[in-house]
């Protein structure tokens, strides 16, 4: 009986006078008599000139509370012991401090540590916000509750994404199908030369399928990895959600962790580039060429030999021996009288098309566009050039080895078919539409049509765009 006396007198001093509960973040007034925080502040909300004390109705001039967290840890004690007489339940005979032997009964939102009242009390945890284990673990509970909704959109989404990377796999393999299937009735018509390109280009298109498909495939094993985690996670926190206060309290940090720290793997970027597997083009099927890729070439003035007149659509140039030179401009291209072209191609596939008739020497092509002196263009030889030439009576391929060519006839126009990604120039007689010759490289700078005049009266033309089919 005394001791529930004490404990009864006890109770009297930590319960709110306002709400006659236990005291919730306790506030003490002037006049010494302590309150609920939202006790005493809702009591003075429309007070204006005086603010009365609700025990002993002292009149104060001014609002002014001081805290008293040492009432409030009292009241916590208090309501704890209140609501743990009798006999000792499980939680009682299974969490005790090892420490103190007392009930863990409060909770450190600071440090995560069940703890008892006399470790609450200690100097490890002043100033930290501890409060009862049932406060605290219906906090952390429905925290964690809200975890498995965006968890679960999560998961779904990753699903989701899990089908479009698979069907995306699936796709791009029947393209890679169908395109080997194209390229190969393609390559059936061609001679030695494109059989070895055909060798060439099916082992980039399945090194390029290989990547595709390890990309994929890495992006497949990352996504459902990450969709493990998430579903361990998942179950884990549902577990824990219906776990005692005490266990689920003591394993909440961790599960906090592994939530906050989750992260997306990072996945490849896939793109399908069907462009750089196109065949040589074959010389029948120069009519088609001529159709889809024909270019309207013109001559660049600021790249001209000085010694070069040029036509007012930039379409026709020829050598003037009598043309007026400087002291300044000394003729320093006795044998090399180019132009190049205005356009620059880095890209793609072009057609051009340039009439030499009977010149007795020329050179057509391409060259890299690199600065030049003056505005000069590049001398044949200085800057990497693909040509076929004529010259002293004899017909040059010229590319990183030069090769002489046999030509069954003297041709008057010169057909040029660039393949940028291929890494081709192909050359064809104008008129009867016969290969004369291809170069193989793989270019990597601005590369631009290349004319060289001679030293001779008769012009060189740029053929107008014509209609194929005619």
Known sequence: MAVSSVLATVQAEIICPICLEYFNNPLTINCGHNFCASCIKFSWLYQRETFPCPVCRYPHKEIHFSTNPQLGRLADLAQILHSSRGSETAWEKEHRCEEHKQVVSLFCEDDRELLCPLCAQGPAHQDHHVRSVAKAAAHHRQRLRGYIEPLKKRLAGLQKLLITQNKNLLELREQV?????????EFSELNLFVEHEQETTFFKLDQEDKTVQQKLTANFTAISGYIDTLSGLLSEVAEKTVLSEGRMLREVKSIQHKHNTLEFPSLWTVH???????????????????QKFQEEVTLD?????????????????????????????????????????????????????????????????????????????????QNRSWTVQLQNGTYLAGGSVPVLLSLKDKPT????????????????????????HSLLETFSDVLKPYFRVGQDSTPLIVSAIRDSTK
């Open 177 to 185: 199908e169908k395109e080997k299937l194209q390229l190969g009735a």
């Open 272 to 290: 399908w580039r069907p462009e750089g597997y196109s065949l040589p083009p074959l010389c029948s099927q120069l009519d088609k060429i001529i």
């Open 301 to 381: 003035p600021q790249k001209a030999h000085p010694s070069l007149h040029m036509s007012e659509d930039r379409k026709s140039v020829v050598y003037l021996r009598n043309k007026t030179k400087t002291d300044e401009e000394p003729e320093r291209y006795p044998a090399d009288v180019a132009v190049l072209g205005s356009e620059g191609y880095s890209s793609g596939r072009h057609y051009w098309e340039v009439q030499v008739g009977n010149k007795p020497e020329w050179a057509v092509g391409v060259c890299t566009d690199a600065p030049s002196v003056k505005g000069q263009p590049p001398l044949l030889g």
């Open 413 to 436: 126009g010169i057909g040029i078919y660039l393949d940028y990604e291929l890494g081709q120039i192909s050359f064809y007689d104008a008129s009867d539409r016969s290969h004369i």
